[in-house]
């Protein structure tokens, strides 16, 4: 369900630009980058390995700290605020998936679901959880653990977890990257049709063409920079 009271542009980046050390010394990762994203838009940010897709991720939701420039998520500058405020900002209105699929080993799949609504305090955490399991075709697994479930079976858990908190910018990255290429298929159009009947807004990162064709809108990444329209 869309989120009413999610700004009209979620996120708006301005002169983004981020610089990390190495034993080589100083390496611009990000140079320049301005790029927002509207409400319930899906946008796929395609481009060559190492341009920077990913750092535009950590840097967009506030995991990682621009060197310069303006980063405005869910109306908020997190250029204002500390560790603790940027992951309170997060909290249930900003998911993210990632190739890896970070699930709790020692928690089923039910459980990996319902555990950041109960840390949100959601008192029918576990009823939500196995709403979302069955929304992406995992009911008869719910009481699996990580390990008894094929790779596309674990990052639908993982997109279960990600929306169940009803969020409204999801940030994907390279969310079929370990996935054969059925399993692949198969979780971006669950993924793509989920983000379209919740209105939360996308941002994808993929090196999958077809992938990135089925979101509304391309853009490209080169040596740091967008460099337009894909």
Known sequence: ????????TPLHLEGVGLTLSSSAGPV????????EVAAGERVAVVGP?????????AVAAGLERPTVGRVRLLGEDLGGMDED???????????????AFHLLPNMTAEENVAAPLEIAGKSDAAQIA????????????????????SGGEQQRVAL????????????????????DAANADAVAGLMLDLVAHSGCALVLV???????????????????RMTGVA
């Open 28 to 35: 611009e990762i990000l140079r320049g980058v301005d790029f």
């Open 160 to 179: 279960a977890r990600a929306l169940g908190a009803n969020p409204a910018v999801l940030f994907a990255d390279e969310p079929t990257g370990n996935l």
């Open 49 to 57: 390995s190492g341009c920077g897709k990913s750092s535009l991720i």
């Open 85 to 99: 405020g940027r992951a309170r900002l997060r909290r249930g209105r900003v998911a993210l998936v990632f190739q």
């Open 206 to 224: 993929t090196h999958d063409a077809a992938l990135a064709a089925r979101a509304d809108r391309q853009v490209r990444m080169a040596d740091g």
């Open 130 to 149: 196995r709403a979302w399991l069955d929304k992406v075709g995992l009911a008869s697994r719910a009481q699996h653990y990580p390990h008894q479930l």
């Open 1 to 8: 369900m869309f989120d009413a009271s999610a700004p009209a």
